[in-house]
């Protein structure tokens, strides 16, 4: 049911949320724009790389302020206006499928190139995967523990989906803490391996692929791990219940998504790779 108010001029007879106008897409749109015209400068005019960054760290600040002022529009629609019935629930949660399944296209295309390469390598790196004369990480150290995390991570948040199932508030609380935390130690880790590769993403072809697709990956972490301390902090507030906390279900998914990409791309990049 709707919450009616009663100081509308007219009530709604359907489940449907018609949303109100609002400045937020319109705003985004045009700062991403903006955003990515100056990281295209920056890369053409090294020249002017100093007052490109300002101007790109400005954008991008205020690419993070409307988005977090949108996102508690949707709160308050959701929570606090109960616009979210069963029927816009579901609506969301086949968006949040569709746009899952968006991020596995765009996977896909990496994993493409890189079977495309690993599998007929040209002669100009050597006609062998790796290109002959690059050195390679070794799967079995940190990235293994990269891996470990992850799936560590895909338990507890699991844990998490149960708890709020079953009305355990405690453990919804402790277990997206443990999952926030592998998520950062996941970065930071990541971090480390880029920072001791012994090779840079402009050394062929393999180069390439490597930091696009995990470096992708980590920013989908990133993302990920935020995307769960938010729902955190909702669930501190009482902004979940277990009837309703698509947002947190929303959160879930993308976790295991991140989880599933990485498993492909251990056992693919790294370990068949290498």
């Not at 009616?4 to 001029?9: A, Y």
């Not at 616009?83 to 609506?91: D, M, Q, W, Y």
């Not at 995307?227 to 993308?254: K, N, S």
């Amino acid at each position: 049911m709707l919450l009616k108010n009663n100081n509308s001029k007219f009530n709604e007879k359907h489940p449907f949320h018609l949303v109100l106008p609002s400045p937020w897409p319109f705003s985004i749109s045009m700062i991403l724009l903006a955003l990515l015209a100056k990281v295209v400068l920056y890369l053409h005019y090294p020249s002017y790389s100093g007052w490109l960054i300002y101007q790109i760290e400005a954008l991008a600040f205020c690419l993070l302020f409307f988005m977090s002022r949108w996102f508690l529009d949707i709160i308050t629609e959701s929570t606090f206006q109960g616009h979210h019935t069963i029927k816009v629930t579901k609506g969301l949660r086949m968006g949040m499928v569709l746009f899952i399944v968006s991020e596995i296209m765009f996977f896909f295309s990496f994993f493409w190139a890189f079977f495309h390469f690993s599998l007929s390598p040209s002669i100009w790196i050597g006609a062998v995967w790796p290109p002959k004369g690059l050195p390679v990480l070794n799967p079995w150290l940190l990235p293994l523990f990269n891996s470990v995390i992850l799936v560590s991570s895909g338990v507890s948040v699991t844990w998490a989906h149960r708890a709020i199932i079953s009305g355990s508030r405690k453990d919804v609380i402790d277990s997206l803490l443990i999952t926030i935390l592998w998520g950062f130690l996941f970065t930071y880790c990541q971090f480390l391996e880029y920072i001791n590769a012994p090779f840079s993403i402009n050394d062929s072809a393999y180069g390439s692929i490597f930091f696009m697709a995990t470096g992708f990956h980590g920013i989908h972490v990133l993302i990920g791990t935020l995307f769960l301390l938010v729902c955190l902090i909702r669930h501190i507030y009482y902004q979940f219940l277990t009837e309703q906390h698509i947002g947190l279900e929303a959160a879930i998914w993308y976790w295991h998504f991140v989880d599933v990409v990485w498993l492909f791309l251990f056992f693919s990049i790294y370990i068949w790779g290498s």
